[in-house]
Every structure is written in C-alpha cells, then in structure tokens.
C-alpha cells in the first residue's frame, strides 16, 4: 500500500516550453501532497505545498507563476514549469501525505531543458 | 537555523556494520525518519522513531535516538551492497513539513 506514481519518469525539452508532470497517490487518498527539487548530490529542497481544493503554498524564493501547482482531485496534484530554462534542470519528487503525518514519496522525474 | 546535519560520505565493507549519524535542530519533532535513495530513483520510507524512544530495531536496522544532544543515529548490520545508497534523516517540527538532512553517501565494498 501507499504508492505513489509520477509521470513522466524523464523529460527532455526545448528551452520556452512548459512541462507538466503529474504526481498521483495510486491507493490512497491524500488532501496534501508536497513537490521538492533535488540537486545533483545535494538534499531535498520543498518547494510547495499542494492542498486539494486550494491555492498551493509556496516556500520562500519559489516562483509560484513558473511553478504552477494544480491538486484538483485527491488522488492528483501537478506542478507545471512555465517557459522552462536551463536552470530549470532537476529531478522533481512529490510525496504525499497519508493520515495525518507519513510522507509517501514518488520515484521522481528528472527534466533537462536543452 | 533548521540545518540538520549528516556526514557526506561512509564507506564500509560488506559484512561490516555501517552507523550513519544525523544531528537535528528542533527538539519538539515528534517523530525522526530515516529514508534511503537509490540511484535515480525517489525516497524510500525505511523507518522511524517516536520522540520517546530511545531506540528501535527493525531486523537489520537499528535507530538510536539521543534527545538530550538532538543525535540520531542509523545502524545497518551485515551491510550488503544493495544497501549502497543515499541515506536522510529527516524532522517534523511542526505540521507535515519534513526537514531533510544533508544525506550520507553510503559505499559498500565487496
């Protein structure tokens, strides 16, 4: 129990662009969900908070119009980079919350911007 | 600061025992995960401990829980190569917000 998918796993896109990337609980329901970034060998960084049914809350120095974060359903929240660049370039896991504290986490997707 | 800190880098050879150390920032978290990353790959759960505990076991895997110092500590026993990987320890302070550590590159050596 307490899948968590991402799709898609990688992405390669063409700077300007935007890229979705859906986080989805596979047997559970979950009202938040979180999106972090990984650097190449460094920690996890949050960068939101995704709540069924309203607005994401942002971490600091996170731009929530180039990170859309959409959490319509209980079971899918998804965060799109707008216009992506270069700098753009990571590995994005979502994790969601079942019951009132574990974090479950999906296998990432790692985006490259050329 | 909410920096929770680990060492980068352990290696050890197989059959030995590995202890991964983490030292964490808020003495309020209820409860302090240990989570390995593969390759590539997102974080897996591998276990926790309740605030009031000062330690837990779980086959291979025991947790030691300084609470006085902020210390936690991760032992793999007869580590394997599968368990090359990276390794976090994370906090809740508050909500549902984990702190993450700095992760510990954990090498095994046939």
């Known amino acids: 129990g307490a899948v968590v998918s991402q799709h898609p796993s990688r992405v390669i896109c063409k700077s300007g662009t935007s890229v979705k990337i859906e986080c989805r609980s596979l047997d559970f329901q979950a009202t938040t969900m979180f999106w972090y970034r990984q650097f190449p060998k460094q920690s996890l960084m949050l960068m939101a908070t995704s709540n069924e049914g309203s607005k994401a809350t942002y971490e600091q120095g996170v731009e929530k119009d180039k990170f859309l974060i959409n959490h319509a359903s209980l079971t899918l929240s998804t965060l799109t980079v707008t216009s992506a660049h270069p700098e753009d370039s990571s590995f994005y896991i979502c994790s969601a919350v079942l019951g009132s504290r574990e974090q479950y986490f999906g296998p990432g997707t790692r985006l490259t911007v050329t | 600061g909410e920096d929770v800190e680990q060492s980068l880098f352990l290696s050890v050879r197989e059959g030995d025992s590995s202890v991964i150390n983490c030292t964490y920032t808020d003495s309020s978290s209820t409860y302090l995960y240990w989570y390995k990353q593969e390759p590539g790959a997102g974080l897996q759960l591998l276990t926790y401990i309740f605030s009031n505990m000062d330690m837990k076991q779980d086959q291979r895997l025991t947790v030691l829980l300084n609470k006085k110092d902020k210390h936690l500590s991760l032992r793999i026993a007869d580590t394997q190569t599968g368990d090359s990987a990276i390794y976090f320890c994370?906090?809740?302070?508050?909500?549902?917000?984990?702190?993450f550590g700095t992760g510990t590159r954990l090498k095994v050596l046939a």
């Open positions: 994370a906090e809740i302070p508050g909500t549902y917000k984990y702190i």
